[in-house]
């Protein structure tokens, strides 16, 4: 039996709405046309990104300042220091300034509910 890598990513959120909102308005994805209850799909490739409520047991606040310590998440993107442009004008917070590396014009952002999300444009 062999994995053959990750085919579904979920951000537990303190609040769906307010997630969703902001992975659809600053980072532009899209909801794909059915999501489960109590979360939000998008179409992501190669692996769907969701955020959901949290699962029973799960306290957010307890992880403060950053509940995903220890992961590291990496989208891409086709235009790393446009989309950094765009977050940090409207005061996303930008946690590593872009810069060029083996996996192209790189940066890290936090989200609203403190995950750290590190963007790069090179496929």
Do not use: C
Not at 61 to 81: K, T
């Amino acid at each position: 039996m062999t994995v053959t890598g990750p085919t579904f990513i979920a951000l537990q959120v303190r609040d769906l709405d307010r997630a969703s909102a902001f992975y659809e308005t600053r980072l532009g994805l899209k909801r794909t046309p059915m999501s489960p209850p109590g979360a939000v799909v998008f179409d992501t490739k190669p692996a769907s990104l969701a955020v959901r409520e949290p699962l029973p047991g799960v306290d957010l606040d307890a992880a403060r300042p950053n509940p995903g310590i220890g992961v590291a998440l990496w989208l891409h993107a086709d235009d790393a220091q446009a989309l950094h442009d765009r977050l940090a004008a409207g005061g996303v917070p930008i946690t590593v300034s872009p810069f060029d590396s083996p996996f192209g014009r790189t940066f890290t952002f936090t989200d609203p509910d403190g995950y750290a999300i590190t963007i790069h444009d090179q496929a």
